[in-house]
């Protein structure tokens, strides 16, 4: 049971550049979620995925779009990267979107040049 | 505009002792209340969940939560070096939105051996 997982664990990209952000979990999950985490700002939504086939914007959405593939996999995407972009982005499920308890993946460390 | 607050510390405590970390909530009619811990370079880590008032006990672990004052708290009794981390206060938004969380930015805590 290896939770929720995410590939790559570190990227470097030039600004306008694309790549995209795997994220797959195996403990059946309903609700997936996508953070950045920027040193002082704390962990910001980017969108979230409350079931299979749906989508939202959360917080801060500007310059990405998602995918939920299935049940199991909900991927994150930039079309043309940014400096801005530069971040640590994490991957959380949880059962459904009114349980709560979010349970993250290890993250990736993106840096656009 | 739905606010967690923390103290950004750095706390620090001697070995042994009982350290303290606190949370503040904006919405009164937030439900769901978690402490994650966070290791330099890591993920979130889930540890706590405390949704009524009173205390909640977990090892050396207890959350106390205090709605009428919208607080919320985490003791770590018995501290020890492998306590030191970011702790990361998140709470639901009323309603059950399915955009989940609300997490402040969290309070570093340093345990001095």
Known sequence: NAGVTQTPKFQVLKTGQS?????AQDMNHNSM???????????RLIYY??????????????GYNVSRLNKREFSLRLESAAPSQTSVYFCASTIDSFAYEQYFGPGTRLTVT | QKEVE????????????????????????????????????????????????????????????NKAS?????????SQPSDSATYLCAVNESGGGADGLTFGKGTHLIIQP
Not at chain 1, 51 to 62: A, F, I, L, R, Y
Request: hydrophobic share 25%.
């Open chain 1, 49 to 62: 995925s409350a079931s299979e086939g749906t989508t939202d914007k959360g917080e801060v959405p500007n």
């Open chain 2, 70 to 78: 919208q607080y919320v708290s985490l003791l770590i009794r018995d």
């Open chain 2, 6 to 65: 923390q103290n950004s510390g750095p706390l620090s405590v001697p070995e042994g002792a009982i350290a303290s970390l606190n949370c503040t909530y904006s919405d009164r009619g937030s439900q769901s209340f978690f402490w994650y811990r966070q290791y330099s370079g890591k993920s979130p880590e889930l540890i706590m969940s405390i949704y009524s008032n009173g205390d909640k006990e977990d090892g050396r672990f207890t959350a106390q939560l």
């Open chain 1, 19 to 23: 790549m995209t952000l795997q994220c």
């Open chain 1, 33 to 43: 979620y996508w953070y950045r985490q920027d040193p002082g700002m704390g962990l």
